[in-house]
């Protein structure tokens, strides 16, 4: 097999690199020669010599001042310039041996250590030099002092010991000149050693760096090469990768070798194989879900229930019984209704005009299932249902009581009625008011037996007999009936009938009845008008009573229909109830409008079919 690739591209990096260190690493240590070159020029000979310059520039002041000594001139002023520029030698010497020092200290060539080694000893021998010159010039001002005249104006040279004294001066102030000289002498050869040696240096290291650099590019251009070269195959993988990545399972890669793309470009065959057979099977069972979720969408759509999953107080399915409940479709926030029930049950909850039975249990981790039923008509059948089986058990109990009572009230109104004839015939002897008396008792009896009657209507409850019925002829018939009544009554009874024939199955005897109570009711509410409206509403026919009279509060429109509720001192409470029992039976509704002052109103509503 050989070197893997890996292994190969290692060694190919590993020998560009080791050029490119080793092109750094000479750079550095040439660097770091110009380092100790510059380090010796800016710490050593540069400060040196303006300490050089400054010695040069003193001894000149020194030898001008011993060559112009004349008599004009106070010796005062010559001793003092003397020991001035000596003083200042000798400081700029001690400022140069410690340069010397603290260069020497730093300094790793050996060459450059001998030559500042020499300097320092320079510098020594200038500091005795400059010692012994201001010697001399103190013994010279000495001589050439006259005695007795300290401070005065000194006469001019002229004595052999004057002369000797100037010439020592003179001689010592040549040797200073002598040394300062050499020292400026070897601080240039220094600066010119140390430039060319920079310079040198720094010629070589661009020369070899350039060489190592080019090597290392080269390396680099070779390598970058082979390795496009080797990794040609990669480029072909990555597009048929792509077509993998695109849902093209097809795709193959045909490269020889065995080296790691080979096995690579084998792998990722045996991949997109892999991937295509998971495709197939992915897409058969897909295929099953879509048909699975499609036939519970059609359930969860067929049926009556309102369902919602809302996650994150957003709605992420719903029903079509949902949406028509609540309004809550997909996509869209949970309706307002729905947002504060908390996991549970919640019974009879109002929503609009409805009432609804509604759960909510937990779905998902911060999710839930909102499950809803329209239960407004079954709590009306219930009320409904509670309600006939209340009149039921009433009726039963009132036909035992009717039963009861019908045969002692036919004996009693029987024999009063004989009484009454008995008296009649008597009537000279007997007073008139048991004859009155008689009368109100024959009334009352009869009162007792109609609303005996009524109980037994309650009581006996027939199926209704459904016929085919034109409405508004029924309601005309009953108001004919009833018109002489609302005359003497003095209540004028007012019919606005349909434009044409409204045919209702009905029951046509006791949808009379139920009629017959509510214009019972009506012309008993102390009205002066009561109007009677027959009209039609998409698929319900509608019979409107209204009256003009006192009206009633809300806690008696509330009670209205109950059985035995009734507002008069001698009303039974059971014409509205009846009426009510009558039009649900006919598979209608009933509902009483009033409030006080403003009359009252009854609304019927019947199935037109």
Known sequence: MGLSLRT????????????????????????????DGLQVMNEGYLPLARIAAQLESHQERLGLDAARRDNSRPLAAFRSNAGFHASAIRAAVSRGRETATEALAGVRSPEERRALEAILGQFGRLADLAEGYEQAAQEWGAQAEPAGEAGAQAE???????????AEVLRRGQELQTVVRQINSSLDAGIRRVNERVAQTQAQATAVGAVLVALALASGAAMLGWILVTLRPITRL???????AAGDYSARVDVRGGNEIGVLAAEFNTMARALAERDRRLHERAEELKRLSGYLRSVLD????????????????????????????????????????????????????????VEVVPFGAQGRLVVGEDVTQRLKDQERLDRSERLALIGQMLAQVTHEVRNPLNAISLNAELLSEELAALSGAIEPEATEILATIVAEIHRL???TEHYLDLARRPTPSIEPEDLGLLVASVCRLEEPAFEQAGV????????????VPVDGNQLRRALLNVLHNARQNGAAHVHVRVAVEGERALLTVSDDGGGVDAEALARVFDPFFSRRSKGTGLGLAVTRQIVEDHGGRVRAESSPGRGFTIHVELPRS
């Open 492 to 503: 004028v009874l007012e019919l606005v009938g349909p434009a044409a024939p409204l045919i």
């Open 8 to 35: 190969r591209i290692l060694l190919a990096f590993t020998l560009s690199f080791a050029l490119f260190v080793g092109a750094t690493a000479y750079d550095t240590y040439q660097l770091r020669a110009l380092g």
């Open 302 to 357: 067929t049926i009556r229930l309102g369902l919602v999953v809302v996650e994150g107080e957003r709605v992420t399915m719903s029903n079509p019984s949902a949406q028509a409940l609540w309004n809550a479709r997909e996509g869209e926030a949970l309706p307002e209704v729905l947002r504060p029930l908390q996991p549970g049950r919640h019974a009879a909850l109002p929503v609009a005009d409805l009432r609804m039975d």
């Open 238 to 244: 990555t597009v048929e990768a792509q077509r993998v």
């Open 449 to 451: 037996e109609q609303v």
């Open 156 to 166: 001019p040279a002229g004595d052999a010991g004057e002369q000797a004294a100037l």
